[in-house]
Each structure stands twice: as structure tokens, then as C-alpha cells.
């Protein structure tokens, strides 16, 4: 069963940073796409980063050069560290795997999700 669990959520003032963890289990985690992906209440939820197996990654407009998406096979966790955050990055930040890409329903497994909360 797959399992996922994200850290590192928090409270930062804007131009801050965070580093957000999924640590992955119960599957061949090198072979799957990983994202992260993000929802405030009321709104859909919204791509971020993805990176497939052979560590391509791919961004969405509203976070290139400001995030970047990583992986440690060895340990099973993908990363996502966020720079120069604005308050419009407050969102919940959720872990997925096994979908393709940044299409949220594509994706078969989430993790619970990670406040992150930037403040002006």
C-alpha cells in the first residue's frame, strides 16, 4: 500500500522560505512520477512541481524560479524548497505519485497535506 507523508509546512513572512518533505513507501518509489500539488478552501486544486523517474521536472508558471523539486531515491522523499514565497503560496501542499505530470487526476496516491501559511 502506498504510503506518503509530507513535513516542513509552516508559518514565513514573505520573501521567506520553506522546505517541504514527502517521504514515500510501500511501492518502487525510483519508478513513479512524484508532485506537489496545492489547494486553498473554495479553489480547485493546483499544479506545482513534478519530477518523473529519470529526474525530469517540470514547474507551473506561477512558481518557476522560485521553487524547485528534488528527489533522494535512496531515501524514498521527494522536496520541494520554496524561495522568495508570497502570500498567494498559502495554500495546503500535498504529496502525490504514480499520475503523470502536473494533471492532478492522474494521480492515484496523496499524501495528507502540509500547511503552509506566508503572511505580508
Known amino acids: 500500500q502506498v504510503q506518503l507523508a509530507e513535513s516542513g509546512g509552516g508559518s514565513v513572512q514573505a520573501g521567506g522560505s520553506l522546505r517541504l518533505s514527502c517521504a514515500a513507501s510501500?511501492?518502487?518509489?525510483?519508478?513513479?512520477?512524484m508532485a506537489w500539488f496545492r489547494q486553498t478552501p473554495g479553489k480547485e486544486r493546483e499544479e506545482v512541481a513534478a519530477?518523473?523517474?529519470?529526474?525530469?521536472?517540470i514547474y507551473a508558471d506561477s512558481v518557476k524560479g522560485r521553487f524547485t523539486i528534488s528527489q533522494d531515491n535512496a531515501k524514498n522523499t521527494v522536496y520541494l524548497q520554496m524561495n522568495s514565497l508570497k502570500p498567494e503560496d498559502t495554500a495546503m501542499y500535498y504529496c502525490?505519485?504514480?499520475?503523470?505530470?502536473?494533471?492532478?487526476?492522474?494521480?492515484?496516491?496523496w499524501g495528507q497535506g502540509t500547511q503552509v501559511t506566508v503572511s505580508s
Open positions: 519530477v518523473d523517474s529519470d529526474g525530469v521536472t
Open positions: 502525490a505519485t504514480g499520475g503523470w505530470r502536473l494533471l492532478p487526476h492522474t494521480y492515484g496516491s
Open positions: 510501500g511501492y518502487s518509489y525510483s519508478r513513479h512520477c
